[in-house]
């Protein structure tokens, strides 16, 4: 009984060892596991966020696409109505050219004015306003120069603001010939801007942080529109 009281029972210490060696492999094992699922998941997370930009890209692409074609159809219906009448004959007909252009525009929210333009860039008729602003001369802007120069089928101009109201818009214009060939001036469809960004604001309604621009192959800024800055102030110009 004595050798009995006196014997201990010893737990070998390998076997101790390799307990706790399976407990750290098995917690550096799911570690690892939840950083590949955590991988896996933010790459999934980033790849439909890119799927969903591209599609809002395009979106916007073929809006602003179809915006173009359908104020260069509006150009050319334009030119097919004055066709190429000397300055006289169209102010001398000023009210009924007035009253064709307003027929024009109407139903497009984005059109802000058609006007026509003489080869002095001074006006022969608009859908705005009535009887005509004849004192304003347009002969220095870039579309008047680039078409009186010739060479260029359309121009879009960066964002203006106009002369006459104060207002911003961008262009999209054409030039109007004699039937000799010489310049007769121009033919003008002013644009809002806010057409642009109210439809960009609508299409980043639900997606946080998306910013549109829409830019010219030069760089100038035709239209922009940014989410609400911290002042909670829309940052669309």
């Known amino acids: 009984l004595a050798d009995l009281n006196v014997r201990k029972v010893r737990v070998p210490m390998a076997g101790r060892t390799e307990s706790l060696n399976v407990a750290v492999a098995a917690g550096i094992l799911l570690a690892l596991a939840l950083v590949a699922v955590a991988g896996w998941l933010h790459q999934r997370a980033f790849a439909e966020a890119r799927l969903e930009l591209d599609r809002d890209v395009r979106i916007a692409q073929e809006h602003a696409l179809k915006l173009f074609d359908t104020n260069q159809m509006l150009l050319q219906r334009m030119l097919d109505l004055v066709?190429?009448?000397?300055?006289?004959?169209?102010?001398?007909?000023?009210?009924?050219?007035?009253?064709?252009?307003?027929?024009?525009?109407?139903?497009?929210?984005?059109?802000?004015?058609?006007?026509?333009?003489?080869?002095?860039?001074?006006?022969?008729?608009?859908?705005?306003?009535?009887?005509?602003?004849?004192?304003?001369?347009?002969?220095?802007?870039?579309?008047?120069?680039?078409?009186?120069?010739?060479?260029?089928?359309?121009?879009?101009?960066?964002?203006?603001?106009?002369?006459?109201?104060?207002?911003?818009?961008?262009?999209?214009?054409?030039?109007?010939?004699?039937?000799?060939?010489?310049?007769?001036?121009?033919?003008?469809?002013?644009?809002?801007?806010?057409?642009?960004?109210?439809?960009?604001a609508e299409l980043a309604r639900h997606r946080t942080g998306l910013h549109f621009a829409l830019w010219r192959d030069d760089g100038k800024l035709v239209a922009r529109w940014f989410p609400k800055n911290r002042q909670g102030m829309a940052m669309g110009i």
């Open 83 to 200: 066709g190429s009448a000397s300055d006289a004959e169209l102010l001398a007909q000023s009210a009924q050219l007035h009253a064709q252009l307003q027929r024009m525009a109407e139903g497009l929210p984005q059109v802000q004015g058609l006007f026509i333009n003489g080869a002095d860039g001074h006006a022969l008729g608009n859908s705005r306003v009535a009887p005509l602003p004849r004192q304003i001369d347009y002969s220095d802007r870039d579309f008047f120069v680039a078409h009186r120069a010739g060479g260029v089928p359309v121009y879009v101009t960066e964002q203006l603001r106009s002369r006459s109201t104060g207002e911003p818009f961008f262009d999209m214009s054409r030039r109007r010939s004699f039937a000799d060939g010489s310049f007769a001036g121009t033919v003008n469809v002013s644009l809002r801007p806010q057409y642009l960004t109210q439809f960009y």
